[in-house]
């Protein structure tokens, strides 16, 4: 069965100051990783795909298949990055397959 | 921007008691489903659902969870006898198929 790791369960950093949310994931397939955003209050949003390879509000993921990892990375950190993020996997076998998440981490964004 | 919607946003039932957790996804979305959060425990997969049948479901979806689409536009879970267990945030999502699903707000149930 696939799992999705998160080992931080909150990370406080200064503003300004570079952040990496870590996330390792298993899975024997082909795995789709993405990272969600839940600001409080509101409710989970899509931040990255990995095959998209984007960049969105400064932030950025790449899928590293050697080390299963998908760790989240923004070089300069500001206060409204402060949420929960999630790291979630899709195993790719159509429309209708869940995501599993991670434990998520609780990201503080330090004036 | 179109956005899933949920009602109610809180629920408080008592033990033993059915509840109907409600849902409208995206209008053009085809695929739906259910994720549970308890408090301090990561985001679970319930059970997916598309052209009116259950595509998938976990380990937790047993026969006290059901589904249904009732009309074009609502999605719903229903818990039959509830347990204190079940006290869980809910999440309906939907998408196209395309893997990024979209969330709603979330529905907070409490068992008492």
């Known amino acids: 069965a696939q799992r999705v790791t998160q080992p931080e369960k909150l990370l406080s950093v200064f503003k300004g100051a570079p952040v990496e949310l870590k996330c390792n994931y298993s899975y024997s397939g082909s795995p789709e990783l993405f990272w969600y955003v839940q600001y409080s209050r509101q409710r989970l949003q899509l931040l990255l795909r990995h095959i998209s390879r984007e960049s969105i509000k400064g932030f950025t993921a790449d899928l590293n298949k050697g080390e299963t990892s998908f760790h989240l990375k923004k070089p300069f950190a500001q206060e409204e990055d402060s949420a929960m993020y999630y790291c979630?996997?899709?195993?790719?076998?159509?429309?209708?397959?869940?995501?599993?998440f991670g434990k998520g981490t609780h990201l503080i964004i330090q004036p | 921007e179109p956005e899933v919607t949920q009602t109610p946003s809180h629920q408080v039932t008592q033990m033993g008691q059915e509840v109907i957790l409600r849902c409208v996804p995206i209008s053009n979305h085809l695929y739906f489903y259910w994720y549970r959060q308890i408090l301090g425990q990561k985001v679970e997969f319930l059970v997916s659902f598309y052209n009116n049948e259950i595509s998938e479901k976990s380990e937790i979806f047993d026969d006290q969870f059901s589904v249904e689409r009732p009309d074009g536009s609502n999605f719903t879970l229903k818990i039959r006898s509830t347990k204190l267990e079940d006290s869980a945030m809910y999440f309906c999502?939907?998408?196209?198929?395309?893997?990024?699903?979209?969330f709603g707000p979330g529905t907070r149930l409490t068992v008492t």
């Open positions: 979630a996997l899709w195993r790719g076998g159509g429309g209708a397959d869940g995501l599993t």
């Open positions: 999502a939907s998408s196209t198929g395309a893997q990024e699903q979209y």
